[in-house]
């Protein structure tokens, strides 16, 4: 288990460092990929803990009942199928989920950015530098009284 998730970690943080680093100088990308490196290490430093705070919460959330019926089913053939390609699935996921940060980032940035002022910088970090250029500063004026 510990193997599997340490991975798991790992792998997450290599994928967000190879999406988001794409429209990066080369030094930029280097360093984003040892910043990748040390949150996966450090993540991965991690696992025993998250591990006791998933028992926990198995512990918590489920009857003595219902934990032996899902030992019944991880030991059967389909069980073992599932954990097997959980791993694979999970990177699939992911890797999904890697690529649709970028327009989720946009997509948040609009929200902002409509509701507050956002600086250049923070226009940037939504839209990218050459994209924030066409985005709109803070949220619309509020239309003047007009007299009768």
Known sequence: MDA???GA???MAAQVTASTGKSLSADRQARMKIIGEAEGAALAKRVP???DSMVS???RNFTEQ???DMLVFY???S???MVAKTPQFMQGVSAEIVRLIPQMRRDMGQEVCAKIPCTPAERAGFFGAEAAKNQ???PPSAPSPTSP
């Open 4 to 6: 599997i998730m340490t």
């Open 9 to 11: 970690f790992r792998n």
């Open 49 to 51: 803990q998250i591990v």
């Open 57 to 59: 919460g198995y512990a």
């Open 66 to 68: 219902e934990l032996s």
């Open 75 to 77: 030991r059967s053939p």
């Open 79 to 81: 069980g073992r199928s």
């Open 136 to 138: 709109p500063v803070g």
